[in-house]
């Protein structure tokens, strides 16, 4: 199975200031055949279902604030949020499609500070 | 608009079973890849199983932790998801989401509760 390792498992950052939060995979989880990387980013608010935010390790989903990015590529990849807002607090999870058995990172609570 | 409601979640004793319900609605259910991602109480996300549409053959992959023990399937004539849950052990006690899980989970139901107790 593919492990993902999500750090830091929690940060807090002042409202207006830049999140960074870090999934490395065990194995790539790209294709070379199309160049792309089955990596998703989720945001999970209390008490609610998960809420897709990146797909395609860059790709924003629709109605998602341009504050939320995604990058990396094979192993490492990062979620940033920039210019944090008081809405952003939520435990974040990284989740590679690659492979079955699909698999979710550790998660990472983001909290103000 | 996007739905999917869970249903059947509840109390059951350890070896018992178990079946959740998941009606989808707001999008051509049977074209889509289907799936559920459990969640126990403060823990993480953890991926159940998926069953593909029928014109892919509507086969099922499923978690080790799970497999054999716990069955998806779908009638795309009423839109709905089922995941048989049976040999239920007390650390299956989870929030289980209904998602879209052809790849990625661009649609989530808000859960239902399964507690596994004697």
């Known amino acids: 199975d593919i492990v993902l390792t999500q750090s830091p498992d929690s940060l807090a950052v002042s409202l207006g200031e830049r999140a960074t939060i870090s999934c490395k995979s065990s194995?790539?989880?790209?294709?070379?055949?199309?160049?792309?990387?089955?990596l998703a980013w989720y945001q999970q608010k209390p008490g609610q279902p998960p809420k897709l935010l990146i797909y395609w390790a860059s790709t924003r989903e629709s109605g998602v604030p341009d504050r939320f990015s995604g990058s990396g590529s094979g192993t490492d990849f990062t979620l940033t949020i920039n210019s944090l807002q008081a809405e952003d607090v939520a435990v974040y999870y990284c989740?590679?499609?690659?492979?079955?058995?699909?698999?979710f990172g550790g998660g990472t609570k983001v909290e103000i500070k | 608009e996007v739905q999917l409601v869970e249903s059947g979640g509840g109390l059951v004793q350890p070896g018992g079973s178990l079946r959740l319900s998941c009606a989808a609605s707001g999008f051509t259910f049977s074209d889509a890849w289907m799936g559920w991602v459990r969640q126990a109480p403060g823990k993480g996300l953890e991926w159940v199983g998926r069953i593909k549409s029928k014109s892919a053959g509507a086969t099922t992959d499923y978690a080790a932790l799970v497999k054999g023990r716990f069955t998806i399937s779908r009638d795309d004539s009423k839109t709905t998801l089922f995941l048989q849950m049976n040999s239920l052990k007390i650390e299956d006690t989870a929030v289980y989401y209904c998602a879209t899980s052809g790849s990625y989970s661009d649609y989530w139901g808000q859960g239902t509760l399964v507690t596994v107790s004697s």
């Open positions: 194995q790539s989880v790209s294709y070379t055949s199309n160049i792309r990387n089955y």
């Open positions: 989740q590679q499609y690659y492979t079955t058995p699909l698999t």
